[in-house]
């Protein structure tokens, strides 16, 4: 089996910063993964926020790139997701979701990240 756990959340002001992370454990090979973290705001449905491809492609949704940046430590099995200038807008529910070869999508528990101005 695949497990993702992330971890990080927590509450922060408008135009702080939070740095979020995500194990993923398993009989994988985690450079082999693509990866990435989504959010779901209340009364809305989960959306794409980076996303990071087995060939080292990264894509951004419009309304984080440039203030959001993915990383990853294949040491670790660690992905990251580093938020900065946060908005009220950017509060949610974040999950990581591990796609590796041979397994289904895994998505992890989520996390609550709040933003208050």
């Known amino acids: 089996q695949v497990h993702v756990v992330e971890s990080g959340g927590g509450s922060v002001q408008a135009g702080g910063s939070l740095k979020v992370s995500c194990v993923v454990s398993?009989?994988?090979?985690?450079?082999?993964?693509?990866m990435g973290w989504y959010r779901q705001a209340p009364g809305k449905e989960r959306e794409l926020v980076s996303y990071?491809?087995?060939?080292?492609?990264?894509t951004y949704a419009d309304s984080v790139n440039g203030r959001f940046a993915i990383s990853r430590d294949n040491a670790k099995n660690t992905l990251y997701l580093q938020m900065n200038s946060l908005n009220t807008a950017d509060t949610g529910v974040y999950y990581c979701?591990?796609?590796?070869?041979?397994?289904?999508?895994?998505w992890g528990p989520g996390i609550q990240v709040t933003v208050s101005s």
């Open positions: 979701a591990a796609d590796c070869p041979r397994w289904p999508l895994v």
């Open positions: 398993g009989r994988i090979i985690f450079s082999g993964c693509g």
């Open positions: 990071g491809g087995r060939d080292g492609t990264i």
